[in-house]
C-alpha cells in the first residue's frame, strides 16, 4: 500500500474500505468498497487470493466447479445491480475442462442503495477452491460504509485495476458476425471479427442456460480477421425452448478478450 493511502486509512479507520480477510485451507478473500456516491451507487470488488496449486472459478466453471456468489444481507439496504468477471483461463484437471483463475483475481461489484444509506455494507460470498479436493467457501463479509464522496487511491486504484480485466465490448475489430443454432440444438455455428490476422484458434466460451457452457469447437477456420467455427451443444434443460432467449459468449484471441450475447429469434 502506497504511504497516502496507508495515512488516509490510519486516519480513518472507522471509514476502512476493505474488509478483513476471510481464510480457508484453499486461499482467501475481502470486500472492497468505495463510499456511495450522490446517486448511491456504490463501486466495490470481492478479493479473492487462492493458495499456491488451488483455483477459483469463473461464472460458469465448465465441467466441475462453484461459480462465484455474492448475496447482500436480507434488509441491509442495499441492492447488488452488477457482477463483472475477468477474463478467465481453460484449466485441465485430468479429464476435466474447466474455466477460472489459479491466480489472485478481483470482481467488480456495483450496488445500489435502497433508501437510507445503511451504516455497513453487507454480503455473504460463496465460492469454490479447488486442488486436489474442491472446499466450498462461504464467508460472511462486512465494511463500514464512509460519507458520500469520500475514498482513498488505493482502493480507487484496485478497483480501475479489476475494470481494465474485463473482456471488452464489441467493436469494428472483435465482434460476432452471425450466428445460429441447427435444427436439432446440437451445433451452433459462429462467424467472428477477430483482431489479429493470424495466430490459433481462438477460445470461445457460451454460456446458454444458467450452469451450462459450450466451448467444444470443430470445423474452425481462419481467413484473415474472419474465423467460422461450430461448437458443439450438449444436453439442454428437458423442453428448453431457445426461441427468444439470449445465450453469452466470450472470445479470447490472443491478449485480448471480447464478450456479448447471442439472440435467438
Not at 8 to 30: E, K, T, V, Y
Not at 96 to 122: H, M, N, S, W
Request: proline letters at 9%; charged letters at 20%; hydrophobic letters at 40%.
Amino acid at each position: 500500500m502506497g504511504v497516502l493511502a496507508a495515512a488516509i486509512l490510519a486516519s480513518s479507520p472507522a471509514h476502512a474500505a476493505m474488509s478483513d480477510w476471510a481464510d480457508n485451507q484453499g486461499g482467501r478473500m475481502r470486500l472492497v468498497a468505495l463510499a456511495p456516491d450522490a446517486q448511491g451507487h456504490i463501486r466495490a470488488a470481492l478479493q479473492i487470493e487462492p493458495a499456491p496449486g488451488w483455483i477459483t472459478y469463473w461464472r460458469e466453471p465448465g465441467e466441475s466447479g462453484i461459480p462465484p456468489q455474492v448475496s447482500p444481507v436480507p434488509d441491509g439496504g442495499v441492492t447488488l445491480t452488477k457482477m463483472g468477471f475477468p477474463v478467465p483461463k481453460p484449466i485441465s484437471v485430468g479429464a476435466i475442462q474447466e474455466i477460472g483463475y489459479d491466480a489472485p483475481v478481483t470482481f467488480p461489484l456495483d450496488f445500489r442503495v435502497e433508501g437510507k444509506q445503511p451504516a455497513k455494507l453487507e454480503l455473504t460470498a460463496f465460492i469454490g477452491l479447488c486442488k486436489d479436493i474442491c472446499i466450498p467457501f462461504q464467508a460472511a463479509l462486512s465494511l463500514p460504509l464512509s460519507p458520500t464522496g469520500q475514498s482513498t487511491p488505493h482502493e480507487q486504484a484496485l478497483l480501475d485495476a479489476a475494470d481494465a480485466s474485463l473482456p471488452q465490448a464489441t467493436g469494428p475489430d472483435f465482434a460476432v458476425e452471425n450466428h445460429g443454432l441447427s435444427a436439432d440444438a446440437k451445433t451452433l455455428s459462429l462467424r467472428l471479427t477477430l483482431p489479429e490476422t493470424t495466430g490459433e484458434a481462438p477460445l470461445i466460451y457460451v454460456s446458454g442456460p444458467a450452469g451450462y457452457v459450450f466451448f467444444k469447437q470443430a470445423n474452425g477456420k481462419r481467413d484473415g480477421k474472419t474465423f467460422a467455427t461450430d461448437i458443439a451443444i450438449g444436453k439442454l434443460p428437458k423442453n428448453y425452448d431457445v426461441k427468444g432467449k439470449n445465450w453469452g459468449i466470450l472470445v479470447i484471441d490472443g491478449a485480448r478478450a471480447m464478450e456479448t450475447t447471442l439472440a435467438f429469434e
